[in-house]
């Protein structure tokens, strides 16, 4: 058979890069981990309480950089106070302190009334007390 119809096939071990990947994997997040840790007494403080509460304590500190990417230093470290406070350890509810702070609320206004009688001047029928036993006058219970 000549050589060069003999097709040259490489085979490629699918478990050769698995110890790579997981080596990169996790150097990833202790870099993420130490970015996190970086930020405030806080941070590791609640770190903790995601390790203590949350299985994939990682995945939380990951959302929570890209929190910090996407709103700024001080909202997210402002929202990781109060959800100390609160003993709330969750990516998604630092999420939500943010979001919530940063909506724009309409400014409240007065009350206005379109009708003459709505000015508060109301006329209440006598109150009915006839459903309430009379106590006795002389003070003994009945």
Do not use: C, N
């Not at 941070?43 to 995945?59: N, P, Q, V």
């Not at 990951?62 to 996407?70: D, S, T, V």
Request: proline share 9%.
């Amino acid at each position: 058979m000549p050589a060069a119809s003999i097709a040259i096939r490489e085979q490629a071990d699918p478990d050769h890069a698995k110890p790579l990947l997981a080596q990169r994997r996790h150097a990833r997040a202790q870099h993420a981990l130490t970015r996190f840790l970086a930020l405030s007494a806080e941070a590791r403080a609640y770190h903790a309480g995601l390790l203590e509460r949350r299985a994939h304590a990682d995945a939380h500190v990951q959302k929570i950089l890209a929190l910090l990417e996407i709103h700024g230093e001080a909202p997210v470290l402002r929202a990781i106070a109060d959800a100390l406070a609160f003993q709330a350890f969750s990516s998604e509810y630092i999420a939500h302190l943010v979001e919530a702070r940063q909506r724009q609320l309409p400014e409240a206004s007065p009350l206005h009334l379109t009708r003459r009688q709505d000015l508060l001047d109301l006329e209440l029928p006598p109150p009915d007390l006839s459903r309430y036993p009379v106590p006795p006058l002389d003070g003994s219970p009945s």
